[in-house]
């Protein structure tokens, strides 16, 4: 049973370019969270994908954009990149059904933007 | 979301007991208590969850007062692998999880 994979895993870009992050969720999932966690400090939640839509978003700028597909999968989009961005990206999954808080969390990206 | 408040680090050694102590004073009737693991460069792991009293999984126990405002997560017998940052988090599982800077536990020999 796979679970949630991520790609790539390393990433350098420079600032004001764009990155795509990918995500698939583990096997029978059909919610994609994705988060941004800066070194020493917890995960911030940025925004959640169920059926092929943003539910929610957190407190992130649009430059910071998504999709799922329809096998479930997800895209992290972020524009114009800053220095600020450089964090770890960590995508999880879950199963809209249990109405729980249990997430299953990917290795995440690690984007570096010098 | 209610905020919850956990000790910055907690030291232990191999064997014992860890007992890490959470304070959400203004949960909401509707909310789960839920703890994640992490580890260095992955992303976080949930570890039990719980709404009152006491929960046991093959990992972790958590406890639960009448009142909901605390709960306890704890470690039995824990071991070098256990070195993490322990995140307690409270809601009703709507959509997102909130994190705070969790609980560095370090275990030591």
């Known amino acids: 049973d796979a679970g949630v994979t991520q790609s790539p895993t390393h990433l350098i870009k420079t600032r004001g370019q764009q990155v795509t992050l990918r995500c698939s969720p583990k096997s029978g999932h059909d919610t994609v969270s994705w988060y941004q966690q800066a070194l020493g400090q917890g995960p911030q939640f940025i925004f959640q994908y169920y059926e092929e839509e943003e539910r929610q978003r957190g407190n992130f700028p649009d430059r910071f954009s998504g999709h799922q597909f329809p096998n479930y999968s997800s895209e992290l989009n972020v524009n114009a990149l800053l220095l600020g961005d450089s964090a770890l990206y960590l995508c999880?999954?879950?199963?809209?059904?249990?109405?729980?808080?249990?997430?299953?969390f990917g290795p995440g990206t690690r984007l570096t933007v010098t | 979301l209610a905020k919850t408040t956990q000790p910055i680090s907690m030291d232990s050694y191999e064997g014992q007991e860890v007992n890490i102590t959470c304070s959400h004073n203004?949960?909401?009737?509707?909310?789960?208590i839920t703890w994640y693991q992490q580890f260095p460069s992955q992303g976080p792991r949930f570890i039990i969850q719980?709404?009152?009293t006491k929960v046991t999984n093959e990992v972790a126990s958590l406890f639960i007062p009448a009142d909901r405002k605390s709960s306890t997560l704890s470690l039995p017998r824990v071991s070098l692998s256990d070195t993490a940052v322990y995140y307690c988090?409270?809601?009703?599982?709507?959509?997102?999880?909130?994190f705070g800077a969790g609980t560095t536990v370090t275990v030591r020999a």
């Open positions: 203004n949960i909401a009737t509707n909310d789960y």
């Open positions: 719980g709404y009152k």
């Open positions: 999880a999954s879950s199963l809209a059904a249990t109405g729980r808080n249990e997430q299953y």
């Open positions: 988090l409270v809601g009703d599982g709507d959509y997102k999880l909130s």
